[in-house]
């Protein structure tokens, strides 16, 4: 493992490397493939504490560029961001966590803000150097806090972060199949377009009725 300082989310140079490097451990030499599994890995660290944060309605951390570090694995992939700061505002709340929306709002504000601000810079370097769709890669990150957010056992909080951040974030959507919840994906992975790989049973371009019964499936082994 290795720690970057977040601002070289932004180097081209340093993303092209760990794009790479991500190439060889899937074993695919197009870019667009490697990197937006990649950026899967990255949105994922990038969301994962803000999104547990407002599923608790806990103070969240800030993650402009400048606020934290990257662990990153010797495949290229970012597994872990270690934030210096969390917000707050007089009542110790950083997030709307309340009906009416107010509690924790300047700090929320702030939070949002700043991961919005991180997103839409860092997307761009990643389809720049990739060639992956920038709209494809907001989708990822809508997932991405869907995911996060349903494992913290609140989808809500999921819409509420997305809903704080807006820009060009999708709405995290959701499906209940055979009585267990999943992501409604709206991103593709690609892990599928590398060798032996396969589509994910959540995947997008599943056909839906292909889709259903492979999360009604994947509902029971989890009963």
Known sequence: MSTVPGGALLDPVWIAARIDAM???WGTDVPRVAGTLWWCMVAST???QIAVAYAAGTPAPVAALGE???VVRPDGGVEHARFRR????????SVRSD???ETGAAAADEVATALRDTLTAVISQVAAVSGAGIP???AVVADAIG???LDAGSPDAAIRLAADVGARLPTPRFVTVAGRTFVRRASCCLVYETPGGQMCTSCPKRSP???ADRLAAAARTRI
């Not at 969390?86 to 709340?93: E, F, L, S």
């Open 23 to 25: 190439s060889h451990t």
């Open 147 to 149: 995911n996060r957010a």
């Open 99 to 101: 009906v009416g929306g």
């Open 209 to 211: 009725a292909d889709r």
């Open 68 to 70: 934290f570090d990257c």
């Open 46 to 48: 990038l969301v994962d």
């Open 86 to 93: 969390v917000p707050v505002d007089r009542n110790g709340r």
């Open 136 to 138: 494809a890669l907001w």
